[in-house]
Structure formats: structure tokens, C-alpha cells
């Protein structure tokens, strides 16, 4: 044999016996790509919980059970409810709160002013005093408002289910 043909030939053995290169599952690579933008996730039998917060920069305001300040687009229709950020290119950027059933854990809000308005994928968002509720993917923590006066038309809600005050 060659010595060309014996170097190609170990070649070729040290390539079969090498190691397969370790491949990532699925969980791992949505991990490593870190949370998507998107509406919130609803659960079998979950319930949308709502909570009033202290914000820095805007006061009084309605948070979601992760405790991020939620918002309300002026643009949308109340009286009936109706949402207009619907396309992905709204939707990626302010999720809708979403709720199964029109089921609330809100203790500290005026029941009379929660429920829930159908949008066009058949999931149920949730209104406050009408108003179809969001969140903001700028949001970093929980806490922020930075979603606050966007383009004029977005505003964090207050406990009343208008904008915050401030």
C-alpha cells in the first residue's frame, strides 16, 4: 500500500471514530433564544390575575401577575370593545393580556369594569373599563412604564381603566 493510500485510509478512520458533535434538543435552543415576544400564554384552567401597583414614573397602574405594567391603546374602540393591534408587527410589540373563559383574579379592582373582548384568533383579551389590555416588550422588570405616551396613543391603564395619571 502507497503511503498515500495509508495516510487517507487513517484519515478516514480517525474521521469515523471521532465523536459525534453533540446537538442541541429543541428546549434548548428555545432557552437560548430567550423569551418571544407574543401574546401571553393562557393555560388550561389559568385565570388572568391583575393587580394594582405603585409605578415611579406614572403612578397608580394595573399589572399582570408578573407584575408588568399593563397599557391601553387610544386608537381601540370601548363601548363594544374592540381591539386594533392585531397584525404581528403590533402584536410582537404589545402583547395582548389574554384570558380563558373571562375568568379574573383581581381583588383590588371594580369587577364591574374587567371582562374580555374576542379577537379575530378566537382568544378572549382582556378589557379594563373597556379598554383591551397589553403589555409592552420594552418592559425590561417589572416595574416599568416605559410603554407610557408612545406614539401618543399608548398609556399605561390606572385601576379605573383610564389612562395613568401622569
Not at 14 to 25: D, H, K
Not at 102 to 116: E, S
Amino acid at each position: 500500500m502507497s503511503r498515500f493510500a495509508l495516510l487517507v485510509l487513517t484519515l478516514l478512520l480517525a474521521a469515523c471514530s471521532a465523536e459525534p458533535e453533540e446537538t442541541a434538543t429543541l428546549e434548548q435552543l428555545e432557552a437560548a433564544a430567550g423569551p418571544v415576544a407574543g401574546p401571553t400564554p393562557v393555560l388550561p384552567g389559568d385565570i388572568a390575575k391583575l393587580q394594582v401597583e405603585q409605578s415611579p414614573a406614572v403612578g397608580p397602574v394595573v399589572a399582570d401577575r408578573e407584575h408588568y405594567t399593563l397599557y391601553l391603546n387610544t386608537q381601540d374602540s370601548t363601548d363594544p370593545p374592540k381591539p386594533t393591534c392585531l397584525e404581528p408587527e403590533c402584536t410582537l410589540v404589545w402583547p395582548p393580556l389574554l384570558a380563558k373563559g373571562g375568568q379574573f383574579d383581581a381583588p383590588a379592582l371594580d369587577k364591574a369594569l374587567l371582562g374580555t373582548v374576542k379577537r379575530p384568533d378566537g382568544t378572549e383579551q382582556v378589557t379594563l373599563g373597556g379598554h383591551p389590555v397589553h403589555r409592552y416588550v420594552d418592559d425590561e422588570q417589572a416595574g416599568d412604564a416605559k410603554g407610557h405616551g408612545i406614539d401618543g396613543r399608548w398609556f399605561a391603564i390606572a385601576p379605573n381603566g383610564t389612562k395613568a395619571a401622569r
